[in-house]
């Protein structure tokens, strides 16, 4: 079934990959300056608003406006994913600030829900983070925000021991 709903899927995330493939994140290049760990969440940001642009300049062409609005969320859940996979390896700057954003949004329960991959997405994200020398668990399905809790906790509460003992 090429049209229809089996068919749309694959196009939309084969859509997706080749947004991401353009912008060079299958790759480990990173202008110069930039953060390599951060570099995509950039990216993928970027492209999200130009989707969502898009999306509403199609206007009455609603058929166009969901093909644009199912890449920007294809590629929205791709991004929420890396956040979750790259934030160990941010450097300490960019590290605090996803941190402030990420972690307490999970709280507060912005980010409550699972972020659920298929296969396919999966593919998709390992590439991304394999050209970022990332780790990625290939049995890996869901990622949760609250997962960046525990981390930030357990450093908490480590910094706090090597404070009270004078390192």
């Known amino acids: ?93 960019t590290r605090g600030h996803a941190e402030i954003e990420l972690v307490w949004d999970a709280l507060k329960g912005d980010h409550n829900a699972p972020i659920e991959l298929n296969d396919e997405e999966r593919s998709i994200l390992g590439r991304l983070t394999l050209a970022r020398g990332l780790p990625f668990d290939l049995e890996k399905r869901a990622y949760r925000y609250s997962e960046l809790y525990t981390l930030c906790a357990a450093e908490h509460i480590v910094y706090l021991c090597e404070k009270s003992v004078g390192k």
Not at 76 to 84: D, S, W
């Open 1 to 93: 079934m090429k049209g229809g709903i089996e068919g749309e899927r694959p196009r939309q995330l084969t859509a997706v990959s080749n947004l991401l493939a353009e912008k060079r994140l299958f790759t480990p290049y990173t202008p110069k300056g930039e953060d390599p760990t951060w570099y995509p969440l950039e990216v993928m940001h970027e492209l999200q608003g130009r989707l969502d642009s898009k999306a509403q300049q199609a206007g009455q062409d609603t058929a166009r406006a969901e093909k644009l609005d199912s890449w920007k969320n294809g590629i929205q859940k791709l991004q929420m994913a890396y956040e979750i996979i790259a934030f160990p390896y941010f450097d300490n700057i």
